[in-house]
């Protein structure tokens, strides 16, 4: 893998999110496609904790280019706290409301203050944390297709994670006032995002081929420091 672009770290803190256009090479999108494959056949809309379930592709996501992404925002200590593989295609077409990434993956549930909204899924534990993890917590969306308004793109809301943990209501009622903006890539495109960033998708459009088509993106959630004893991420 080579980086074939400077990340666009001026603006994070302020819109919430920025890009690494040209990331990684056609050469590491196909070894990812590669090792992704074995889920086309499940229909599903996402695949979670994915580096648990596919051991190989670890490797390729700590290579070079990833690390040089992540760590001007983290720091060298920055590790991988979660892992999603989403496919949106002909079977799996859904429509993502608008919301922020509240919820983080531990290993076990363990009561402590600020921590709630428990919740299980695919056999793991999820949490709400303090807001103040959430803030200091990094997402990475490697795009291995085209991402375009006609394949259920991701549109974001800037700026929005500076008014921290919403209420659905709220981020509803922002849309009279705030910009919103499509997060158009091509492969090899990795968007940068806060958790607390405001999002949505629509489905892909039901017109023409676009349906043949996939939009497969590989998320990714870092954090650059431990739980409160005794909580551990799920997948460091």
């Not at 893998?1 to 001026?10: L, Q, R, Y």
């Not at 991402?147 to 709220?170: E, I």
């Given at each position: ?10 603006g994070?803190?302020e819109?919430?999110?920025a ?5 990684l090479?056609?050469?590491?999108i ?10 086309s ?21 700590q ?10 925002l983290?720091?060298?200590?920055a ?6 593989f ?14 922020q ?15 709630g ?13 303090p ?5 200091s917590?990094?997402t990475?969306?490697?795009?291995l ?42 492969p ?17 459009r ?17 954090a ?13």
């Open positions: 893998m080579n980086v074939t672009s400077e990340t666009d770290i001026p994070f803190e819109q919430g999110y890009w690494a256009r040209n990331a090479d056609t050469a590491a196909e070894a990812l496609l590669a090792v992704t494959e074995v889920f056949t499940q229909q599903a809309y996402g695949v979670r904790h994915v580096c648990d379930k596919l051991p190989q592709i670890r490797a390729l996501l290579s070079a280019p990833i690390r040089r992404i992540i760590e001007p983290l720091g060298e200590q590790f991988l706290v979660r892992s999603v989403f496919d949106k295609n002909p079977q799996a077409n859904w429509h993502l409301p608008w919301h990434d509240t919820a983080i993956a531990v290993k076990q549930k363990v009561a402590l203050p600020g921590f909204v428990w919740s299980v899924k695919d056999g793991v534990d999820y949490v709400e944390p807001e103040a993890i959430l803030s917590m990094v990475l969306r490697i795009h297709d085209d991402a375009t308004p006609d394949n259920g793109v991701l549109r974001v809301m800037p700026g929005s994670q500076r008014w921290g943990r919403l209420p659905s209501a709220q981020i509803l009622a922002l849309l009279d006032t705030q910009a919103v903006f499509e997060c158009t890539a091509v090899g495109d990795v968007l940068i995002m806060q958790p607390l960033l405001c999002h949505a998708s629509r489905k892909a039901q017109s023409g081929s676009v349906l043949s088509l996939h939009r497969r993106v590989i998320h990714l959630e870092y650059n420091q431990a739980l409160p004893d005794p909580l551990q991420w799920y997948e460091a």
